[in-house]
């Protein structure tokens, strides 16, 4: 301030102050003191200006800023993530179940996390698995233990079970028919009570924690057997626990940070999540040497069955020459544990808002997998397209490196699949040796690009029929007589025994005795002999230098076939023409193999092998190889059971296996 | 007395006001300095430091990459603008130690690399070592258009964007993904909600604003300013293809629920017809391309596009459009070469030429346009009375699709150009149109001379 003059022109007296002297001057210079109120007019205008300059400039510059970074920028949609679960460091879970004939629920914090009232269904033993640390529902499971074997599936599960989980309870219906003692004593170390005493129609809930307290038990015994326990009302509190100790501490790698998540979000998947000697989620199989398919993508069609889902990924990442980031796992619907299992593995998945119903539903999802897959990789020639009900052989890439050039060159070529309808146990033998089949097995198959694009995507059946993919794919129009090239040993196994074409027992009467191969690095026989032409060729070869059978027994019989080994064998059967496989459909029938529609014929010949020996099938008169029929032989007739067995085995028909 | 305290007063105001004034001026230039020398200012003229500082950045983002064995190329058009003027002699002399650091350091905020998706495997690892070695990285993430077209699929987003910033400078990465025409490409830039609008200022990128297409490049690795990197093998025309590779997605929205309206014909005719329509327009995009020829898809096959992401299965033909300053004498005997036979020419160069070729049933119909001030025009012409028609267009530019597996060119501003030809009523399809009456933008345009009827209607 000292420095500041403000009228330089006046300068004070010596002994007067600088103001009394301005003020002397200002009085008597009228002039000069409107001069210097113009002055601070002036300056207090030009205070003003800069101001508001400034003002202005600061915004500008901010707003230019803002909108830098924002314009042009922006999502057009908000996506405003709302955080699901609202943290509350509540640490007191409010339990409620309920148990009774017709109706089960439980509620978590008021939360509904399970209700069945569907009638018929949901009978028996309803397991919830809960979090002890956040109370999110990590596994959910019914065993209808009044069924046999179901009590033996639960204990698997509840041993799989980390040590600290929230367990629950409930019965619909009835549980107690088929929960062996095993069982029971399993219940009664979680520290049930009532367990070992549970009897028919018995109403009961349990909650309580493995390896530690138990929450809650309440038991309705059933008065008599026609009559049901009364309902039964649990309501109960659990503490929870800390977060921290309700997670294994393994080395902190990228591949314990999925386990980690994967863990603390679902149950039921075994020693993936156990803390001491977790098993591994990354196998590196060995690679394979001159690897045809190594950048042919994979699409594995999943539902909503995480179990089988692991099992498959696991054995697909453990198959020689696997390239991970290949494969896509299309998941039919919005469900979460599939993609949590995909996530697992480090693998990228797809979820599809369910279209349509049922078989048709499959079959749009199918198409939706097929698309997206070429437009995924939109280099590919080929996919393989696979099921999440499939165990993958080690040596599935490497039997399609050896055979995809065929499915390259050769037109007449419609798909190669790893399975062999007709290869069970008892009828098939030789890893390195391939057929020529008119039927499409599918269940692990490789579809070429330019097939799917230009014929099989625009006619797709559309949504409104509900049609199986397969069974349409396999139609003549589709076909248009093309083949496909099998292994006689499958290169996957069909594991499924839940599905929507799928249950049990026809699972057991058609699956489970199928072959499967587990020899690494086979070396295929011949695969040039698969083209077209070579295959006639070789079919003659082998025709004649098979040893015709003695037609006069009975071809059902073990004894028809002789006790040799390494042999070629030839029978004729009756075929009147194409159509006609009246004694084949029998004579399958009697061999327990594939009987339920005509699968692995190549023009009226059937090739399989029965007690180790090569066994020829001909169709005489409509396959063109009767010709190599001694005119001494009758070809055999098996006549068709009555029918109304007939009819029984009609809807089984249109049950194929795909599911 | 009185005097004295209003001159006071004022003395005193002034003297606030004064000082007020100083501090503000000070305030202003504090204010400003501080602007100029924060991390991403308008760099003036060049300061030593600031030059080495974004090349020490690229060099140990480059250390980065190499460390997790990611393959990337630079795609900055500055750089790459600076190498071009020197390509051969870098081309020479790949190993040469450089006296000055004459690219790396040249004056930006941002240098931009890209990466093919396909070529790694999205290791978390990398952005660890990354935040070790002091950058901070930003992943913009978005869904995946390879999945937009389908019905109802919905994966798992994919990155298309990553920002590493260290110190003043910043790499920009980024991702390209193979497509199903054979093509590349990159998404655009969009910053969901919560993210930090000021990490860097995203409109000085050179990619983002919009998706963009690109061809397979070929690539060439060099040492420049010492360092070693891939570069496109020729830069010049990288940079031009960049200057218009703006993509469009289709509308797979509107075309879903277009067909929910009018359900698609499935019809084995309808099959029949879209597989021709499909394979002559790979072969006519291929005649044309191999020709260097730009073209659009235009009328039906635009609409199609447009309305229904899909070839109209009734419109029996396909149309393109082309500029007539980019015709070329050679265009009929190529298309003849290809197997496509002329039907007919109509017009001239330089009057409303169309061709028209015959393909496997389907017809090709090229159009040519004239450029005008203010609009675009094609010309029609009826072959039994030498009737002239002009189409009017507003003025357009070009923009990159995929449609039927084929990268190809359609107007930018496809709804004008759509409605231009069809009308507000574009989006009901018309099975009955006659393309002298129909169009929205049809105009009568004269006859032509008798004497120029042999030349002007030419039918094979």
């Not at chain 2, 991390?39 to 060099?59: C, E, Y």
Request: hydrophobic share 40%.
């Amino acid at each position: 301030m000292d420095e500041w003059k403000p009228n330089p022109a006046v300068k004070p007296h010596k002994k007067r102050s600088w103001y009394l002297a301005w003020k002397y001057k200002l009085m008597n210079q009228r002039a000069l003191r409107k001069l210097c109120q113009t002055g601070a007019v002036l300056f207090l205008l030009v205070t003003v200006i800069v101001n508001i300059k400034l003002i202005l400039d600061t915004r500008r510059a901010a707003y230019e800023e803002e909108e830098e970074s924002a314009q042009d920028y922006d999502d057009e949609m908000l996506n405003v993530e709302v955080p699901r679960h609202p943290v509350n460091n509540k640490k007191v879970l409010d339990v409620e179940v309920y148990s009774s004939r017709s109706k089960v629920y439980v509620a978590v914090d008021g939360t509904t996390v399970l209700e069945d009232e569907a009638r018929e269904q949901g009978r028996g033993i309803h397991v919830i698995v809960l979090n002890q640390a956040t109370g999110h529902v990590m596994a959910k499971r019914v065993f209808d233990t009044y069924s046999p074997h179901e009590d033996e599936a639960m204990v698997l599960f509840l041993n799989m079970v980390a040590r600290g989980r929230i367990l629950i309870f409930t019965i619909k219906d009835e549980g107690s028919f088929h929960l062996k003692e095993t069982a029971k004593n399993v219940l009664k170390s979680l520290g049930s009570q009532v367990a070992p005493f549970l009897s028919w129609r018995d109403m009961w809930t349990f909650v309580g924690k493995k390896g530690g307290e138990v929450y809650g038990e309440k038991h309705a015994k059933s008065p008599a057997l026609s009559t049901w326990g009364d309902p039964v009302l649990l309501k109960t509190e659990v503490h929870l626990t800390s977060v921290e100790d309700a997670e294994c501490h393994w080395p902190d790698t990228e591949l314990n940070r999925r386990r980690k998540r994967f863990c603390s979000k679902v149950e039921g998947y075994g020693s993936v999540c156990s803390c001491k000697d977790p098993t591994p989620i990354e196998f590196n199989p060995d690679p394979l040497k001159d690897n045809k398919v190594f950048d042919v993508p994979v699409a594995v069609i999943a539902g909503n069955r995480p179990n089988y889902l692991y099992r498959m990924l696991r054995s697909l990442l453990s198959a020689q020459g696997v390239n991970p980031q290949m494969i896509t796992v299309f998941i039919d619907g919005y469900y979460e544990e599939p993609m949590d299992v995909v996530e697992l593995f480090g693998l990228s998945g797809i979820q599809h808002t369910p279209i349509s119903i049922k078989n048709a539903r499959v079959s749009q999802h199918y198409k939706a997998s097929l698309t997206a897959t070429f437009n995924l990789f939109p280099d590919a020639k080929f996919a393989v397209v696979l099921e999440e009900d499939l165990d993958i052989s080690v040596d599935f890439f490497s039997f399609l490196s050896q055979s995809i050039h065929l499915l390259e060159e050769d037109e007449s070529l419609y798909c190669i699949s790893a399975w062999n309808d007709q290869g069970y146990e008892h009828t098939a033998e030789d890893p390195s040796l391939l057929y020529r089949v008119e039927t499409m097995p599918g269940l692990g198959w490789v579809l070429r690009k330019s097939l799917y694009k230009d014929e099989l995507e625009p006619k797709w059946p559309t949504p409104e029929k509900l049609w199986d993919w397969d069974m349409w794919m396999r139609m003549p129009e589709q076909r248009k007589g093309r083949e496909c090239i099998i292994p006689d040993i499958s290169r996957s196994y069909h594991f499924g025994i839940v599905g929507l074409n799928m249950n049990g027992y026809f699972h057991e009467a058609y699956f489970k005795k199928h072959k499967f191969n587990t020899v690494p690095n086979v070396q295929l026989k011949n695969v040039e002999s698969l083209r077209k032409d070579n295959y006639e060729t070789e079919i003659h070869r082998l025709l004649g230098e098979a040893e015709v059978l003695d037609h006069s027994k009975n071809p059902c019989e073990d004894s028809f076939v002789p006790d040799t080994e390494g042999k070629v064998y030839v029978m004729f059967i009756r075929m009147e023409q194409e159509a006609d496989f009246t004694t084949w459909t029998q004579l399958a029938k009697c061999l327990h193999i594939w009987d339920l529609d005509v699968r692995g014929n190549h023009k009226g010949l059937w090739r399989l092998f029965r007690k180790k020996n090569h066994f020829l099938v001909v169709g005489v008169p409509a396959s063109p190889y009767s010709s190599k029929k001694p005119s001494s032989v009758t070809p055999i007739y098996m006549e068709p059971p009555a029918k109304e067995e007939g009819a029984a085995a009609e809807p089984a028909v249109a049950a194929a296996e795909q599911t | 007395m009185q005097k004295i305290n209003r001159n006071v007063v004022l003395a005193l105001l002034s003297l606030t006001s004064l000082v007020f004034l100083l501090f503000q001026l000070c305030y202003y230039k504090f204010y400003l300095s501080q602007k100029n020398g924060a991390a991403f200012s308008k760099v003036r003229g060049s300061q030593s430091g600031q030059d080495s500082t974004r090349w020490h950045v690229v060099r140990k983002f480059l250390g980065l990459i190499s460390s997790h064995n990611i393959p990337v190329y630079l795609i900055d058009p500055l750089i790459l603008g600076l190498v071009d003027k020197d390509i051969d002699q870098i081309r020479s002399s790949p190993d040469g130690p450089s006296p000055e650091c004459k690219y790396f350091c040249a004056p930006r905020d941002f240098t931009t690399f890209a990466l093919l998706d396909k070529t790694w495997k999205h290791e978390v690892g990398l952005f660890r070592t990354a935040e070790k070695m002091g950058f901070q990285w930003l992943k913009i993430i978005n869904k995946d258009p390879r999945l937009d077209g389908m019905d109802d699929l919905s994966g798992m987003e994919i990155p298309l964007h990553y920002i590493f910033k260290l110190a003043s400078h910043a790499i920009h990465l980024v991702v390209f993904y193979e497509r199903s025409g054979n093509f590349l490409w990159h998404g655009p830039l969009r910053l969901k909600q919560h993210m930090d609008r000021k990490f860097v200022p995203f409109r000085k990128l050179h990619f983002g604003r919009y998706p963009g297409a690109y061809e397979k490049p070929d690539l060439l690795l060099v040492s420049i300013d010492d360092l070693k990197v891939q570069i496109p093998k020729n830069p010049s025309s990288f940079l031009e293809e960049m200057s218009h590779s703006r993509f469009l997605e289709c509308r797979y929205r509107e075309a879903r629920a277009f067909f929910q309206l009018y359900p698609d014909d499935a019809s084995l005719d309808a099959v029949e017809f879209r597989k021709k329509a499909k394979s002559l327009l790979h072969l006519a995009a291929l005649t044309l391309n191999n020709l260097g020829v730009k073209f659009w898809l235009s009328s039906g096959t635009c609409l199609g596009w447009y309305r229904q992401c899909n070839i109209i299965p009734h419109s029996k033909d396909v149309d393109l459009g082309i500029f007539i300053r980019d015709y070329k004498a050679e265009i009929i005997p190529a298309f003849q070469k290809a197997g496509l036979p002329l039907k007919h020419k109509f017009g001239k160069v330089e009057d409303s030429l169309e061709l028209s070729f015959l393909g496997d049933d389907v017809k090709l119909d090229i159009f040519f346009f004239y450029e005008e001030d203010d609009h675009i025009w094609n010309g029609g012409t009826q072959a039994k009375s030498g009737k002239k028609f002009k189409y009017l267009f507003p003025k357009f530019t070009l923009c990159w699709t995929e449609f039927v597996e084929l990268k190809v060119h359609v107007p930018c501003e496809t709804l004008q150009y759509v409605e231009a030809n069809y009308g507000p009523e574009w989006k009901v399809p018309v099975k009955m149109w006659d393309w002298k009456s129909s169009p929205a933008n049809v105009q009568d345009n004269g006859v032509w001379p008798v004497d120029e009827w042999d030349d002007v209607i030419q039918i094979y």
